[in-house]
């Protein structure tokens, strides 16, 4: 498999888990899963996550309301590269996002790939959602002023494609904002040389996540699309998602002692620009 920024054929390996191979290409850096799984098989891990869905729908439920927290850094963060216009936020989930973008006067649209995320955000927020992939954006080209993919591009399997659509999407000088796991973070940089003896990585694992960027791989993907990136900022991945929560750890000795060596690492990260979750905000050329 050749890497989707530069090309190149050749590729150090990573971390292996379930039977799937993360690697990183000896061009330009990007790590990526170099056997992916087919559509099928991603159906069949996605349907595992029906729980989750449920939770997430539910407005009393804690997932719902970690979500919520996470829709207003999203915002805090969009704002910084943009104060208002017509936005599509590409896999919106449940909508939570984009119901505050539009609260806070933006022209706020989503677009989502599960149907049952998609009729909820219609539903509970009353907001115009279309359902699939960015390639499916019912909106016409240079007809946005923000395009937002929170949480998105590591699970595209063609990233730089999408990133060219995006540019298409979006007017001259119009903004693009991103969020994804930093694999240069670090807590994963620390974490992965005893990942491979403990076969244990709970930086984002593959299969899910089709690829690993970091500040420097997104940007130069962003910039080979036409962007030119004018922020990135740090932040740390929640830490009950990272290490599992409290209740749970304490029932499993090993994981907690996982957990105290490395969870201070993912905490101080961001204080030293290696957050293991980062935003990037580009804009494309007026």
């Not at 799937?20 to 996605?46: Q, S």
């Not at 807590?187 to 040389?193: D, M």
Request: aromatic fraction near 10%.
């Amino acid at each position: 498999m050749s890497c989707n920024h530069c090309g190149t054929t050749g590729a150090a390996h990573l971390f292996r888990a379930k039977g799937y191979d993360l690697v990183r290409c000896t061009g330009c850096g990007l790590a990526f899963i170099a056997n992916p799984p087919t559509l099928e098989e991603l159906k069949v891990l996605y349907s595992a996550s029906a729980s989750y869905h449920a939770a997430l729908c539910d407005p009393s439920s804690e997932t719902f309301a970690t979500q919520d927290r996470i829709a207003v850094r999203h915002l805090s963060e969009t704002r910084r590269g943009a104060n208002g216009g017509r936005l599509l936020d590409v896999g919106c989930s449940i909508g939570q996002f984009a119901a505050r973008a539009r609260d806070a006067g933006f022209a706020a649209t989503g677009l989502e790939i599960n149907a049952a995320s998609a009729a909820f955000a219609r539903d509970h927020y009353g907001l115009e959602v279309a359902e699939g992939t960015i390639h499916d954006a019912p909106q016409a080209p240079g007809s946005l002023d923000v395009l937002t993919m929170f949480d998105v591009i590591e699970h595209v399997p063609d990233p730089l494609g999408d990133l060219r659509k995006a540019w298409d999407l979006l007017a001259p000088g119009g903004t693009i904002v991103l969020s994804t796991p930093n694999i240069d973070g670090l807590f994963p940089k620390a974490s992965l040389p005893l990942a491979k003896t403990l076969d244990y990585w709970p930086h984002p694992e593959p299969p899910y996540h089709l690829y690993q960027f970091s500040a420097k791989t997104l940007g130069a993907l962003l910039a080979k699309a036409g962007f030119a990136v004018t922020a990135t900022r740090h932040f740390a991945i929640d830490l009950a998602y990272t290490f599992g929560q409290m209740e749970t750890l304490l029932k499993m000795p090993k994981r907690l002692a996982y957990a105290g060596l490395f969870a201070p690492l993912a905490a101080v990260g961001p204080w030293l620009g290696q957050g293991d979750w980062i935003y990037v905000t580009a804009h494309k050329a007026p």
